[in-house]
């Protein structure tokens, strides 16, 4: 059984003892749960309670429930669980009161006031914070006065929110996250970042997705410029761990050799032109290692006002655990730009603002939207563990053709900048609630289903 949205209150006149709706009656409940906290008291069921629930103080704070909210009850066997319990994890905590998570602490309060309209808890937290002898951890809210403290129980799931690839290989934060879910066995959705050269052998194998990818190469070298230059007009060097458009070369085949383009390290853009494959190669090394970039194919994309035009779409699981498209932007290149990143010029357009044929428009949301779907499916199917979101670099050519450049598992948000975007903005964080909800819904009631 279970009861969306009840209100969960103290009752200061009894002891040990939770107080229910009578509408939830049941025999032979013994405890109550918070996250990974469990107590044995006395469940009551009485007909003055109908969209609320109370808990006598001392069980409020034995269960260290840290505040009145309005949460789900789900009762499982013996036990009510008080919930969803919500752990974000990141990196970067300081001691500062007003920006604890120093320039991400807009984002995160943000997102725990979104949650605070739904149901459940929801805090954030990092390695430092877990207290394993007490199975407990020293959260950190964001209420209406600010940011706040308490130790509340290990969480029922985790959304990863970790910043970058390189915090990511930090070894105490890996084996905390492992231990979390190996030992404690909390699900944890987002749990990496995708490698660009991982995801593309990955769908290239799978007949639904193969054709939706330009050919790429690992490691370029002389002979694979050479090569795809000769098929295409423009090729594309890109670091295989790469974000935000960094470190992207673009080169394109002329009769005395290549021009070469890419943005610096101070977003400034630079052309050079070399004799041939091998001299670009040799001062390509002197500042990369080639291993660890891919060599693509370049894609006559759809153009406005002759700028390249490419397409973010984002997908998140449901409350049923099942894909949705949830935003879809246009991303038009910026002047002398060679990508569609905002950091280096580019410019966001809703799909109202670039197509006024409402026929037009539908037809492109609803080929970006297949495109995005499919790949979403295919690589939950087989990548290893919970994947919430999934943001995608899309492309339509000439022909009208999708293809797609980039799948990022913690897309960044930069396209909801645009004011027209903010209600789709608030439906990808809302979303990523529902299936987190659902993750602990399914992790308490059919556990052997979720780890299979």
Request: glycine content about 6%.
């Amino acid at each position: 059984m279970n009861r969306k949205g009840i209100m969960v209150g103290i009752d200061k006149k009894s002891k040990n003892t939770l107080y229910l709706p009578s509408s939830m009656k049941r025999e032979g409940l013994l405890s109550a749960a918070f996250g990974t906290k469990v107590v044995k008291c006395r469940v009551s069921f009485t007909q003055s309670l109908e969209k609320s629930a109370l808990l006598s103080e001392d069980l409020f704070e034995e269960l260290m429930i840290p505040h009145k909210s309005r949460a789900d009850l789900l009762i499982h066997e013996q036990t009510v669980h008080i919930g969803p319990l919500i752990g974000i994890y990141t990196a970067g905590f300081t001691s500062s009161p007003l920006r604890p998570l120093k320039d991400r602490s807009l984002f995160f309060s943000k997102l725990l006031s979104l949650h605070e309209k739904a149901s459940g808890y929801c805090f954030v937290f990092g390695a430092h914070q877990v207290n394993w002898e007490e199975g407990t951890i020293q959260a950190l809210l964001y209420k209406e006065n600010g940011w706040v403290r308490a130790a509340v129980p290990l969480p029922n799931v985790v959304y990863d929110r970790l910043p970058s690839r390189k915090t990511e290989e930090v070894p105490l934060l890996q084996q905390t996250k492992q231990r979390l879910m190996n030992d404690y066995q909390i699900p944890w959705f987002n749990p990496q970042f995708f490698n660009k050269w991982d995801i593309h052998k990955l769908l290239d194998k799978n007949s639904l997705t193969a054709s939706l990818l330009p050919q790429s190469i690992l490691h370029p070298n002389a002979e694979t410029i050479n090569t795809l230059c000769g098929l295409y007009e423009t090729v594309y060097i890109k670091p295989a761990d790469g974000a935000l458009g960094a470190g992207i070369y673009q080169l394109t085949k002329t009769d005395s050799g290549f021009t070469v383009k890419h943005t610096n390290d101070e977003k400034a853009f630079s052309s050079t032109h070399y004799s041939d494959a091998a001299s670009f190669i040799k001062a390509f090394e002197e500042n990369h290692d080639p291993a660890a970039f891919l060599i693509q194919q370049g894609i006559k994309l759809i153009r406005v006002r002759g700028r390249p035009v490419d397409f973010r779409v984002h997908t998140n699981k449901n409350a049923d655990g099942k894909w949705t498209v949830t935003a879809i932007a246009a991303k038009i290149s910026g002047k002398n730009s060679i990508t569609t990143h905002l950091s280096n010029g580019g410019e966001v357009k809703t799909l109202g603002e670039l197509y006024s044929d409402p026929k037009e428009r539908v037809g492109i949301i609803r080929n970006l939207s297949k495109a995005a779907l499919t790949v979403s499916r295919v690589l939950n199917e087989h990548i290893e563990g919970f994947i919430g979101e999934i943001g995608f670099d899309l492309g339509i050519d000439h022909d009208g053709k999708v293809w797609m450049f980039e799948a990022n598992s913690r897309p960044g948000r930069s396209i909801f900048s645009h004011p027209k975007l903010r209600s789709v903005d608030y439906l990808t964080k809302r979303r990523n609630f529902e299936y987190a909800s659902y993750l602990s819904e399914r992790s308490i009631t059919a556990p052997d289903k979720l780890w299979r």
